[in-house]
């Protein structure tokens, strides 16, 4: 078998043991169509590499003979960590190869916007204590994954643009690697949260799946046939800049129309103060506030959050319209506005749908912290640190 059948063969073959967790050889040749010899020889190559260990099967062998093994990623072969930059807080996680949680915390974060020199002093400073902390130091990880708001090209850890930095275009990942000496895998923290969902979460053994992130602004992740979806640039997915009004209202993007200048805090403001002003109240109120008044009967208030949720109801029933997903699933630490679920939303999303003689796509919904950001950004740097392992792996074979 020519060399680069067997690196993708290693590879596809690794991808389907960690997303079964564990499983036996004969399983693992019919849902890869590789051969069942193929399947022996290049796990065995994977076992040797210390990627991939036996383990002991659970279920009952079939009559005498050798015990039945399973295959199962081996968790000590690498040690990575995730982290997610917010407003005021760096959260960390330290998982190994398998994904198991070794340790977490969260340092506050200095300023919100800063520099590019020194948010990676900060960053890299943030990840030497932890490491520390953790007992293994930034020499016993073998990556880092950082999830950030903003435009990356996640291919090399380059932000276009990002709300926490001054300045535009910066090398993030390349900085950052430079001063840990270290491989580092910047994100869209949206793109992983899906990374999350997909290995730790509602979206474990989904192929394809959406993620709606619901923080500040609408965000998106997209997993088709079990790869995170990126676009060519990496500005795809902004779920919050589709166009839901023509010469509609003004979003902070500068253009008209879109999804988030009727859904975001600011759109919901921004409408009361209006509101309110035609009623004579005066004032604007905090978001909270405008909530309580809804929760309470207060007409206006429940009018505007009834608008956000039939208009985000519409964009959500265009995604399943482009792409058909098994599974929708509406993340976020601010899920407690409710008004983006109710059950009139999800009705009105399912309404919209394409009609055929089949269930629609199951809608649940998430609510988590930013620890679990930081175990998407993790599970990017496993990715990451895999390929590495088996693009070293190919080259010692050829
Ligand atoms: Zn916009």
Known sequence: MAQDQRHSGRSTILAAIRKAGRIARVDLARQTDISPPTVTALTAELIAEGLVEETATDRPSAGRGRPRVDLAVRGAARRVAGLKLTNQAISMVILDFAGEELAEFSVPLEQAQASIADMVAEIARAVRAGA??????VEGLAGLGLGISGIVDATRGFVYWSPSLQERNAPLGELLSQALSLPVFVDNDANLVAMAEKYFGLGRGVSDFIVATIENGVGMGIVLGDELYRGTRGCGAEFGHIKVELDGALCRCGQRGCLEAYVADYALLREAAVATDLSGSGDARSLDALFEAAKNGDAIAQSIFRRAGRIFAMGLANLVNIFDPQLIILSGERMQYDYL???E???????????IDLPPPDIQIHKWGDQMWAKGAAAFAIEGVAKIALENLANNAA
């Not at 520390?132 to 130091?137: F, H, T």
């Not at 939303?345 to 009609?355: D, G, L, N, P, W």
Request: net charge negative; with cysteine; proline share 0%.
């Open 132 to 137: 520390d902390e953790a007992g293994c130091g």
């Open 341 to 343: 679920y109710a059950d």
């Open 345 to 355: 939303v999800i009705e009105s999303i399912r309404e919209s749908i394409v009609q």
